[in-house]
């Protein structure tokens, strides 16, 4: 059954790529923005080699995206971080604080424009779309605030880069740190960020048809095979 069908039954709710990660061995999960993400495969050997020297890819299904749509989406998304977005461009992500009244550090998101009128933020573990619509109840900003049905899958490590290559082509060794584009794969929509969790660089791909997430996991396993890809988590206990 589809996670999105599971989704109105349950307080937890699988990833698009849950039925992946039990086909790979996952040991363990933990509640992340309410959904389950992988904590382990196993062999914590193996994912560290993997971690230092070769490719891994996670189920990030967990990292959701606050969408903010409309004519004021570009001033309630200045309202929502300290750092200066006036100069972001579509197609270009940045790295962000996100801080309540107080100055207490809430999130820590990355912010994706892709229009002048459309932002993804990219969060962490809490509600940042029930924050958002806080501020917009307290300044009236004209937005329109969702979650959209996008699942990050994340490629990791030195090798990443010749993985999705492989998969999308060679355009994607250009893109600049935290920057994103269009693609697809065997009709599956994604957008590609260059971003992720490692010093090395990596990816993020952006899933864009919660149904397809098996399918999208196998394509990325199969094209990584001969690197010697495998499972990974990004917070491991």
């Known amino acids: ?53 070769g490719v891994s890819m996670w189920d990030v299904g967990g990292q959701r995206q606050v969408q903010i749509k409309r004519r004021d989406a570009a001033r309630l ?19 962000v604080p996100m801080c309540d009244h107080a100055g207490t550090l809430i999130n820590d998101p990355v912010v994706n424009k892709l229009d002048d009128d459309l932002f993804w933020f990219s969060i962490t573990d809490s509600d940042v779309k029930l924050w958002a619509r806080c501020i917009v109840t307290e300044r009236g900003p004209e937005v329109e605030i969702t979650e959209p049905d996008v699942s990050p899958m994340a490629i990791q490590r030195p090798m990443a880069a010749d993985v999705v290559a492989s998969i999308f082509g060679n355009w994607v060794r250009n893109q600049k740190y935290f920057w994103f584009g269009d693609a697809e794969i065997g009709g599956i929509p994604v957008k590609i960020a260059r971003s992720g969790f490692s010093k090395q660089g990596g990816f993020e791909i952006n899933l864009m048809d919660g149904f397809s997430g098996v399918e999208l996991w196998n394509i990325v396993h199969e094209a990584g095979t001969s690197f010697g890809v495998g499972p990974e988590c990004p917070n491991p206990p």
């Open 77 to 95: 998304a200045q309202n929502l971080s300290p750092r200066h977005l006036s100069g972001q461009v579509a197609g270009q992500g940045k790295y």
């Open 1 to 53: 059954m589809h996670w999105l069908f599971r989704a109105s039954h349950t307080r937890l709710r699988p990833s698009p790529y849950y039925e992946a990660s039990l086909a790979e061995g996952v040991t363990s999960f933990a509640p992340y923005n309410q959904m389950l993400i992988p904590l382990g495969y196993g062999d914590a050997d193996a994912e560290y080699d993997r971690l230092m020297n």
